[in-house]
């Protein structure tokens, strides 16, 4: 009888995300992933059963990490404006301690329609929240009478991935803080 296979999936999915993101799906090698993860690829296969199956499963786990961080911050008691400036700074935050300048995690095949569907799930859900907080905003009075919440939060998803592509051609931490702040003066009085 074989012995069950003692690991923490937890860390083996954080290994193969991290690996990943710095290398992207297509640059990233089974022998990679067995070197990242410490597990013979007996195991890797026995467990995950392909490369493909792996990133599934690392995306998913990265996603649900990433959405609990971002809701503790968007869901709390703060003015609206607030919450969404503090999550912004700790997006800055976050650009900043990464000294790798990962590529991204995202960088996937174009025609995979499984992962692309699963992406337009993952991203519509952090939109979603963006635009709670923003009606929320228009609600108290602070969301610009002008802004939509609804296309603020499709902006702001596209400030976060801005802001990712920004850096990695130009990382200035000075100039992400102007960008952010422009960004962010849309919408209204954060203050």
């Known amino acids: 009888m074989a012995r069950p296979l003692s690991f923490d999936h937890s860390e083996v999915l954080d290994s193969a995300m991290r690996l990943f993101w710095c290398k992207g799906y297509a640059n990233t090698s089974m022998k990679d992933l067995t070197r990242v993860t ?103 009075g602070t969301l610009a009478s002008a802004v939509k919440p609804e296309s603020a939060a499709k902006m702001l998803m596209s400030g976060i991935f801005g802001l990712q592509v920004y850096n990695r051609m130009q990382p200035n931490q000075k100039a992400l803080k102007d960008i952010v702040s422009s960004l962010l003066s849309i919408l209204g009085n954060s203050e």
Do not use: W
């Open 38 to 140: 410490r597990l013979q690829p007996g195991s890797l296969y026995g467990t995950y059963q392909s490369k493909r199956n792996l990133f599934l499963q690392s995306l998913d786990h990265y996603f649900e990490n990433l959405y609990q961080g971002i809701h503790c911050i968007l869901d709390s008691e703060e003015a609206p404006l607030k919450r969404i400036r503090r999550f912004f700074d700790f997006l800055l935050r976050q650009v900043k301690e990464d000294k790798d300048q990962k590529s991204c995690l995202l960088e996937i095949p174009a025609d995979d329609e499984e992962i692309n569907q699963r992406l337009s799930k993952m991203f519509l859900k952090i939109e979603q929240l963006f635009c709670k907080v923003l009606r929320e905003a228009r609600g108290n």
